[in-house]
């Protein structure tokens, strides 16, 4: 069963930095996506990057592109999202969530997710 | 990048009453399409992926279907655990995008 654990949250002011880690277990024998979803207060979802199997591709949302870098590290099983030019509206819980591959043309939802840490930007 | 319009925002049911929510993709995604249901303080959860897929484990009370770029969740028989907000997203391309959220409410 896949298990994913995510730490790093916390109080930080604007235009500091802050890393992001998902600690991942259970992933035999397929090969995982692993995605950052966050909600601000009261808000709904927002998707913000996420990094293939082997990290070599990967994605951001318009709102985070050229301030936030996906990683991963298989061997550590754990990946990371370096955050950088913090803004207020990225004041949000950050889910870690993971999906399996895709496999004989069905592509999947994102089926497991973390409990999620809390990012709070302010002066 | 692709919009998901999703209505009603709010929805107000009866224990047993059959709900409908509806996502409509402001351009082709094909079926990939997935429904979460999402409780207060909780991380979402997958309900139905390719548009009508239900995940493992999930009751067979939901169900999903579309027409060209309409997606529609439907709860045949809503139970006290079904009262949550309820979004849909798009994996057809990036950046994956979801719907605003439902919040089905107890009349």
């Known amino acids: 069963q896949v298990q994913l654990v995510e730490s790093g949250g916390g109080v930080v002011q604007p235009e500091r930095s802050l890393r992001l880690s998902c600690a991942f277990s259970?992933?035999?024998?397929?090969?995982?996506?692993i995605h950052w979803v966050r909600q601000a207060p009261a808000r709904g979802l927002e998707w913000v990057t996420s990094?293939?199997?082997?990290?070599?591709?990967?994605h951001y949302a318009d709102s985070v592109k050229g301030r936030f870098t996906i990683s991963r590290d298989n061997s550590k099983s754990t990946m990371y999202l370096e955050m950088s030019s913090l803004r207020i509206e990225d004041t949000a819980v950050y889910y870690c969530?993971?999906?399996?591959?895709?496999?004989?043309?069905?592509?999947?939802?994102?089926?497991?997710w973390g409990q999620g840490t809390l990012v709070t930007v302010s002066s | 990048d692709i919009q998901m319009t999703q209505s009603p925002s709010t929805l107000s049911a009866s224990v047993g009453d059959r709900v409908t929510i509806t996502c409509r993709a402001s351009?082709?995604?094909?079926?990939?399409l997935a429904w979460y249901q999402q409780k207060p303080g909780k991380a979402p959860k997958l309900l139905i992926y390719?548009?009508?897929s239900l995940e493992s484990e999930v009751p067979s009370r939901f169900s999903g279907s579309e027409s060209g770029t309409e997606f529609t969740l439907t709860i045949s028989s809503l139970q006290p655990d079904d009262f949550a907000t309820y979004y849909c997203?798009?994996?057809?391309?990036?950046?994956?995008?979801f719907g605003q959220g439902t919040k089905v409410e107890i009349k």
């Open positions: 969530a993971s999906r399996r591959d895709c496999s004989g043309g069905i592509c999947y939802g994102l089926d497991s």
């Open positions: 259970g992933f035999y024998s397929t090969s995982y996506t």
């Open positions: 990094i293939s199997n082997g990290g070599h591709n990967q």
């Open positions: 351009q082709s995604i094909s079926n990939w």
């Open positions: 390719r548009a009508s």
């Open positions: 997203q798009q994996y057809n391309s990036y950046p994956w995008t």
